[in-house]
């Protein structure tokens, strides 16, 4: 069975950071692509970051990009999402996501974990 546990969120000051993680088990983690996603209130769920199997590769929304860093270690089946200079606009549900290809669609991700909750304050 496919579990993706996010960890690590919380409440923190506008300019702070938070670093996400997300463990993952009953699959073999190499062979994914990971993504990290979000879903904020009267919003609708929206891509974050993206990472390739060997971790070479990242993508992100212009909204996050120069502030946001997804980060993998397949020794360890975790994902991770650094996220700087926070702001109130970033306060969301944060999930992870393993998909078979590169994707900004959440259409695309096969598994997905329960999410973590961040919130922002100003």
């Known amino acids: 069975q496919v579990q993706l546990v996010e960890s690590g969120g919380g409440l923190v000051q506008a300019g702070g950071s938070l670093r996400l993680s997300c463990a993952a088990s009953?699959?073999?983690?190499?062979?994914?692509?990971m993504g990290w996603f979000r879903h904020a209130p009267v919003k609708e769920r929206e891509f974050v970051a993206t990472?390739?199997?060997?971790?070479?590769?990242?993508y992100y929304a212009d909204s996050v990009k120069g502030r946001f860093t997804i980060s993998r270690d397949n020794a360890k089946n975790t994902v991770y999402l650094q996220m700087n200079s926070l702001k109130p606009e970033d306060t969301a549900v944060y999930y992870c996501?393993?998909?078979?290809?590169?994707?900004?669609?959440?259409?695309?991700?096969?598994?997905w974990g329960q999410g973590t909750q961040v919130t922002v304050s100003s």
């Open positions: 996501a393993a998909g078979r290809s590169k994707s900004y669609s959440s259409n695309d991700y096969n598994y």
């Open positions: 990472i390739n199997r060997s971790g070479g590769m990242t």
């Open positions: 009953g699959l073999t983690f190499n062979l994914y692509v």
